[in-house]
């Protein structure tokens, strides 16, 4: 017990660093911006400390709400994300050509990340019921809701989080003891869909060859990339300095979501980008050993789920700001500038702590019964209760010809 509460001290430590470590970088990026365009450098900063409190209630909520009781709601998580998912491809404001946001006055939701969590839940009830031993009993229930979801992103359009998913589901397919052979299967299955979702789109395919070769088009389809290229290398292993860094203004877009590695690269240099590879590193280490420790199916691949879900989307964005990867729009959970993405990641921190309290006292079934004093049934043979055993059914015998004595012919 005391190494599960040293587990979740740990998570939650990270947790809070790598989140006041985001709030920081995201003013960083955003204060000249926000300055020139509205004239509050503090804006953006005021809306993710927003959310980030509603984050820190959720996780405060799950993680003294068990964690078993989300086995029940299931259904009705999954059903609401795929209204929701539905309801912002009619009802969702075009932004950029995407429609992704549900707008509720001053704020804004993302159904793709209530859909990410749903799916975790989904798939952590689906496998502790049974392991699927063909591909037919994989595909038909999983792979159908998995592609279903994946069509509704792909339609805003929004690959970045159809691959966060499907990285998602099938690192919970891995831990949960499907065959080899079905993942592979699965596997080939996913690529051919990615592939042909790729192909299909026009600004799609550019992303994969400004990747090959980024520096080809340095001003188009490359201009992302080389400009984090730039930011990254001018940091040194030290950086410029918070806050003195200048690609974020106006040279690198995005720099506040999905390009943040950038801006902390040039300003706080190497030893900054690594401290944030090692926060990651540091809570998936943590979140896997809560989901070695508990002892309910259900809770085990739930939390190899919400471990995937967030390092899943950290490896991501880490390896497209790098140039390991084609740019992909995921940001970087806790520190990127994103509401919805901040508070279901704290979301997911909180039912891993609950987990973590709850998971590791589910009794193991018992194989024998066990005495009053603790010891089995079978111990009852050997040494002292063998021994035990015969000198009670002695005694019954002599009292009972104690009695028929007293009783006389």
């Not at 926000?34 to 927003?50: E, H, M, T």
């Not at 040194?236 to 950038?262: N, S, W």
């Not at 702590?353 to 079934?365: D, F, K, M, Q």
Request: glycine share 12%; with cysteine; hydrophobic share 50%.
């Amino acid at each position: 017990m005391k190494r599960a509460q040293l587990e979740a001290h740990l998570l939650v430590l990270v947790t809070l660093a790598l989140v006041a470590f985001g709030l920081v970088m995201v003013y960083s990026a955003t204060s000249a911006p926000a300055a020139i365009g509205n004239g509050d450098p503090s804006s953006y900063l005021k809306r993710q400390a927003a959310y980030a409190v509603v984050g820190f209630a959720l996780l405060l909520f799950f993680s003294r709400t068990s964690y078993r009781a989300l086995r029940r709601l299931a259904p009705t998580f999954v059903a609401a994300a795929l209204v929701l998912c539905v309801a912002v491809l009619v009802l969702g404001p075009q932004v950029n050509g995407a429609r992704r946001w549900l707008t509720f006055g001053p704020a804004t939701f993302q159904p793709s990340e209530l859909a990410k969590l749903a799916l975790a839940v989904w798939a952590a009830a689906f496998l502790a019921r049974k392991t699927p031993g063909d591909l037919r009993s994989l595909v038909r229930p999983l792979g159908v809701l998995v592609g279903l979801f994946c069509g509704l992103l792909l339609l805003e359009p929004d690959l970045g989080t159809a691959i966060t998913i499907v990285v998602m589901v099938g690192v919970m397919l891995a831990v949960g003891g499907v065959p080899l052979r079905l993942l592979a299967g699965g596997t080939a299955i996913v690529v051919a869909l990615g592939l042909g979702a790729i192909w299909i789109e026009p600004y799609r395919r550019e992303r994969i060859f400004s990747f090959l070769n980024p520096w080809d088009d340095s001003q188009g389809s490359g201009f992302q990339t080389v400009q984090a290229m730039i930011g990254l290398g001018s940091g040194g292993p030290f950086g410029v300095g918070l806050g003195q860094g200048v690609q974020k203004i106006f040279y690198l877009p995005e720099a506040h979501t999905d390009m943040i590695l950038a801006v902390v690269g040039e300003e706080l240099g190497l030893l900054g980008t690594a401290a944030v590879i090692t926060g990651f590193a540091v809570f998936a280490w943590t979140a896997l050993s809560i989901a070695l420790a508990c002892r309910d199916p259900f809770g085990k691949n739930l939390a190899v789920g919400l471990t995937a879900l967030v390092c899943g989307q950290a490896a991501i964005n880490l390896a497209a700001v790098l140039g390991l990867a084609p740019l992909t729009g995921i940001p970087l959970p806790f520190v990127s500038y994103g509401g919805s993405n901040l508070v279901v990641a704290l979301a997911s921190v909180g039912v891993l702590l609950n987990i973590a309290s709850n998971g590791a006292r589910e009794r193991a079934p018992m194989r024998d019964r066990e005495r009053r004093d603790g010891r089995p049934r079978a111990a009852l043979a050997r040494g002292g209760g063998g021994a035990a055993l015969a000198r009670r059914a002695g005694d019954v015998r002599r009292v009972a010809g104690s009695r028929r004595s007293a009783a006389g012919p």
